[in-house]
Nanobody, 124 residues
Framework: VQLQASGGGLVQFGGSLRLSCAASGFTSEDYAIGWFRQAPGKEREAVGCIESDGSTKYAASVKGRFTISRDNAENTVYLQMNRLKPEDTAVYYC???????????????????WGQGTLVTVSS
């Protein structure tokens, strides 16, 4: 089981970026996939997640700006980020605990598989 996050980069305030989380070794649509981020000097936090039935959940800080979707043919989950702010600057990770439902409050140690992270920098 592997997850590979990509798509990070430098973007200006108010801009957009789409991150990808490519899954291998399992069928990503069978499980919930979560997106997380860790800003410098801060703890890793949940951004949002997509359940096996396609339902999505988002942290309050990104709700209305970020959208999670999946392409089952590509076995990939996406994080579309719009109206980006400097406080969105972080390393973004995807992860799965191989359950069908997701809970934003779920402890990070319960996630079995993590992607390597991709850096998003938002300039002011």
């Amino acid at each position: 089981v592997q997850l590979q996050a990509s798509g990070g980069g430098l973007v200006q305030f108010g801009g957009s970026l789409r991150l990808s989380c490519a899954a291998s070794g399992f069928t990503s649509e069978d499980y919930a996939i979560g997106w997380f981020r860790q800003a410098p000097g801060k703890e890793r936090e949940a951004v949002g997640c997509i359940e096996s039935d396609g339902s999505t959940k988002y942290a309050a800080s990104v709700k209305g700006r970020f959208t999670i979707s999946r392409d089952n043919a590509e076995n990939t989950v996406y994080l579309q980020m719009n109206r980006l702010k400097p406080e969105d600057t972080a390393v973004y990770y995807c992860a799965t605990d191989q359950l069908t439902l997701c809970f934003l409050e779920r402890p990070l140690y319960e996630y079995d598989y993590w992607g390597q992270g991709t850096l998003v920098t938002v300039s002011s």
